[in-house]
Structures are given as C-alpha cells and as structure tokens.
C-alpha cells in the first residue's frame, strides 16, 4: 500500500551508470513537483533533483552534469539518471511528492552503493 515506491538501486562501480524509478500508487495525484533526495550514512538528507509538473529540473550543484532527472505523467513514474557514479554518491535515495498543505509524500527509499 505505498505510495510512492522507489526501484533501480543497487550496487554500482566507480564511473558507472544507475536509472532510479519511483512510481506512485495509481489512486494518488502526482502533479505537483516531485524530487529525489538522498541520505548518507551520518549524513543529512538532501536535495539531489527536483522536477515540476510541466517537467522543468533543478539540480543540486554536486550532481549537476551527472544526473537527469524525468517524469512520465502517463505512467504515474518519475526517473532519475546518474552517471559517472563515485563513492560519494553512496546514500539511501528518497522519492518525494509535494504536496503542501494536504502533506508531502516520501517513499521508503532505495539504497544506492558506488563501490569496487
């Protein structure tokens, strides 16, 4: 019964390439800017890209160049593209609806790890 529910993570090498997926439930409204956050261990959540409804992208400095991120509103889906992957990508990654007043929407996560 999630809502929003992440998959394409895994274990990557250095300078490899991950597709992130999170598809939210059919019966949920995902026109509103959505987003890919992502927690290291000991770290603080973060911003890694955000896409609004019509599809325009902002992209966390450390990421930029690297990373694409894009919705499918057809599929109830939004994607995140990463290449050139280094440890420092290592984190758990969040998918997250906006929602303002009716309360954002995280998914439960799903865990990145760059390493030989």
């Known amino acids: 019964q999630a809502q929003l529910v992440e998959s394409g993570g895994g274990l990557v090498q250095p300078g490899g390439s991950l597709r992130l997926s999170c598809t939210a439930a059919?019966?949920?409204?995902?026109?509103?800017?959505m987003g890919w956050y992502r927690q290291a261990p000991g770290g603080q959540r973060e911003m890694v890209a955000r896409?609004?409804?019509?599809?325009?992208?902002k992209y966390a400095d450390f990421v930029k160049g690297r990373v694409a991120m894009s919705r499918n509103n057809a599929e109830h889906s939004v994607y995140l593209r990463m290449n050139n992957l280094t440890a420092e990508d290592t984190a758990v990654y969040y998918c997250?609806?906006?929602?303002?007043?009716?309360?954002?929407?995280w998914g439960q996560g799903t865990q990145v790890t760059v390493s030989s």
């Open positions: 896409i609004s409804k019509r599809g325009a992208t």
């Open positions: 059919k019966s949920l409204s995902i026109l509103n800017d």
């Open positions: 997250y609806l906006q929602r303002w007043r009716l309360g954002d929407i």
